[in-house]
């Protein structure tokens, strides 16, 4: 396995690695990261489930306030000594010494923290592995690297390229241009990425034309858009387009090639849907503040109940009171990104002491050229009064957040 195009140098080779991960299996029995260095933190997960040890991942710019209380310790920690250091030189050793020390091993995250305060999840590497996919059809690819390595999606890419030996490709903080440029270059035969980190690439990708290579393109993170779908398929030709629904509380939960989700019969009593939004069975180490099951906080539509079929419409905090009239956010925005001059976009709300709230639009343009006026009438064409946007700006880049999304 290789990584590739990492800040200050091109590759780590395999032998890097592996000198990584054998320096981290020393020290104290808890330990936390604050890192989005692949390397730091790629060795360091493979490193606790070795040494049978506790890490704490955190994103570099997570304020020292969300900090999960824990003790950290300081006395060396004897799991560590479970195996011979000078017998591994290879990460099919390290591997294999994994999978025998690995259960007693865990990696401690933040969520994204999108509805309040982060809240910190524990993960043994038996729930980290469930979405990886293992077996000939996955060996020996190359990956692309587009999620933050310090949250749960970007360790998950990395789970997968490791256990099929396959290589990984830096594109997370990079240049839309030359992340495109690398898809080509380096022959990235799977991507996964947020659909907002997708649309970010699409005037990148209309340079240069299609990209016959990529084999496999998954959407995670955010609601699917249809849309973006078949755009990423013109680009993609001999890619197959799977939707994911992921989080940090439960891992990789569910595939789709739609926006519709299906659950199949081996997991019908790990999901159920209350009150419009979706739960489902825990299966973290720490059982999630002992809650056997969780609320999302997604609220989605059912399309049949036996077996449960739905499609999500939002979260539950994308709900927010206009005038008495209660709007949802994300629908807005879909009619936004509907728009064939928006090529991305947002849709925010903002206090108005009158309205209680007012909604904000804002987008990046694609070479259509549409007035305000006109991007006003689309809105009124398909919406409710109470749901058009008070401000409809034109802007040159939305910025994504360290988890890839588009900030509301």
């Given amino acids: 396995m290789r990584i590739f195009d990492l800040v200050g140098r091109s590759v780590v080779a395999e032998g890097e690695l592996v000198r990584a991960v054998l320096d981290r299996t ?3 029995e808890h330990w936390t990261l604050q890192s989005d260095d692949p390397l730091e933190v790629f060795s360091s997960v493979l490193a606790a489930f070795l040494s049978g040890r506790k890490l704490t991942i955190l994103d ?6 969300n900090l999960p209380e824990r003790d950290l310790g300081s006395e060396p920690c004897d799991r560590s000594l479970r195996f011979e250091r000078e017998a591994i030189s290879t990460i099919e050793e390290i591997l294999e010494g994994v999978s025998m020390n690995g259960s007693d091993g865990s990696i401690t995250l933040l969520t994204s923290g999108t509805t309040g305060k982060p809240t910190v999840v524990e993960h043994g590497i038996s729930t980290l592995l469930k979405g990886v996919k293992i077996g000939e059809d996955y060996q020996r690819k190359c990956w692309g690297l587009a999620f933050n390595p310090s949250h749960i999606a970007g360790i998950q890419v990395f789970l997968q390229a490791v256990w099929n030996d396959s290589d990984l490709v830096q594109l997370f903080g990079v240049d839309p241009h030359i992340a495109v440029q690398r898809i080509q ?8 990425a947020t659909p907002s980190y997708f649309r ?5 990708l209309e340079s240069v034309g299609p990209i016959s290579g990529v084999q496999r393109v998954t959407c995670g993170g955010e609601k699917f858009d249809p849309i973006l779908g078949e755009r990423l398929k013109e680009f993609f030709p001999n890619a197959r387009i799977n ?5 940090t509380e439960g891992g990789t939960l569910l595939v789709s090639q739609s926006d519709r989700f ?7 009593r790990d999901f159920r849907v209350l009150d419009g939004r979706l739960q489902f069975r825990m299966q973290t180490s720490t059982n999630f503040l002992g809650r056997e099951w969780y609320d999302s906080g997604d609220r989605v539509e059912v399309l049949q109940e036996n ?5 999500f419409i939002g979260r539950e905090a994308d709900n927010v009171s206009v005038g008495g009239y209660n709007v949802n956010v994300s629908a807005v925005e879909d009619v936004l990104l509907s728009h064939p001059a928006v090529a991305q976009g947002r849709v925010y709300a903002r206090k108005n002491s009158l309205l209680g709230n007012v909604l904000v639009a804002e987008y990046v343009a694609t070479k259509v050229d549409v007035s305000e ?3 006003r009438a689309f809105f009124v064409e398909r919406v409710e009064q109470h749901e058009v946007p008070r401000k409809i700006d034109k802007v040159d880049h939305l910025k994504l957040s360290r988890s890839g999304k588009i900030e509301r």
Avoid: C
């Fill in 26 to 28: 020393v020290g104290s």
């Fill in 373 to 375: 006026k006109e991007m």
């Fill in 243 to 247: 939707n994911i629904y992921a989080s």
């Fill in 200 to 204: 970010l690439l699409l005037p990148s």
């Fill in 60 to 65: 570099r710019f997570v304020e020292q306030s």
């Fill in 262 to 268: 299906r659950i199949p019969d081996s997991q019908a």
């Fill in 185 to 192: 270059d380096r022959r990235i035969s799977h991507l996964s």
């Fill in 307 to 311: 077996p449960l079929e739905f499609r």
